[in-house]
């Protein structure tokens, strides 16, 4: 059914003190999109590892914008996104082809979820030729940058992607990017496996499609992963060390 809807130093000083989790203030229109009763129980026991309101705090959601959830996988931030930007706002949610050809479950969020919301769009289509809407304030991504880097793809898939987000987005709109850590000199090689990607590979080929680097948060970081196992591994999984960058198309 769809859903409607003064001393700066010393305040640094004490964020710091407070730690990475406490120096992201959560506005109240994002605690009130987590707390979306329609949120499946299995979303929200992911919530303390995926600190979503924090990292959407971090890419500066705010209601009646455009966004996209760049491969929305089973819809997590879908769901999230779309009470976060209300009824005046609009979500896309792009699935690829070549994920629902991989597993079927991928094809069946792709129409379940935005069935259930009034203001979530699917969207579908090989990576190679995305396609989207213009005039977006976001593009958020969340552990699937490095896809991009898979060997069954063609080299220059990153590339096209990064491409087309910069024509999509608003002169000011946000890129996000959240991935998992790779091992320092790992290569593009770790994308196939052991799903990670080195950030300031991700950080190149973002900013030479004409993307500015904003900032970083220390929100998902975890020194205690070894960024050598694969992310799929009972071991580390739901704990891998992970990185959130946000870029901004120049204004």
């Known amino acids: 059914m769809a859903r409607k809807f003064l001393i700066p130093a010393l305040s640094a000083l004490m964020l710091a003190a407070a730690g990475p989790a406490a120096a ?12 979306d009763k329609a949120r499946p129980a299995a979303d929200v026991g992911r ?31 879908t769901r999230i996104l779309s009470a976060a930007v209300g009824p005046a706002g609009h979500v896309w949610a792009y699935q690829p082809d070549e994920f629902v050809k991989f597993d079927a479950k991928y094809g069946e969020s792709l129409k379940t979820v935005p069935a259930d919301y009034g203001n979530v769009t699917g969207l579908s289509g090989g990576l190679g030729a995305l396609d ?53 000199g790992a290569g593009l090689e770790a994308a196939m496996k052991v799903h990670r990607i080195e950030p300031q590979v991700v950080r190149q080929e973002v900013e030479a499609a004409g ?32 990185f959130a960058m946000k870029f901004k198309r120049p204004e």
């Open 132 to 184: 989207l809407p213009d005039g977006l304030d976001l593009v958020l991504t969340v552990q699937n940058y490095h896809d991009l880097h898979l060997t069954p793809f063609p080299k220059d898939t990153a590339a096209k992607v990064n491409a087309e987000v910069f024509k999509s987005l608003k002169p000011g709109g946000f890129y996000v990017i959240v991935d998992h850590v790779a091992a320092p």
């Open 47 to 77: 919530d303390a590892a995926r600190k979503p309101a924090e990292l959407l705090a971090f890419a500066e959601v705010q209601p009646g914008e455009k966004v996209v959830d760049l491969i929305m996988g089973g819809g997590y931030f």
């Open 24 to 35: 992201q203030a959560v506005p109240a229109h994002l605690t009130a999109a987590l707390a």
């Open 211 to 242: 993307f500015q680097f904003v900032s970083e948060t220390p929100l998902l970081r975890n020194d205690t992963d070894p960024h050598t196992a694969n992310v799929f591994d009972p071991a580390i999984r739901g704990k891998t060390d992970q």
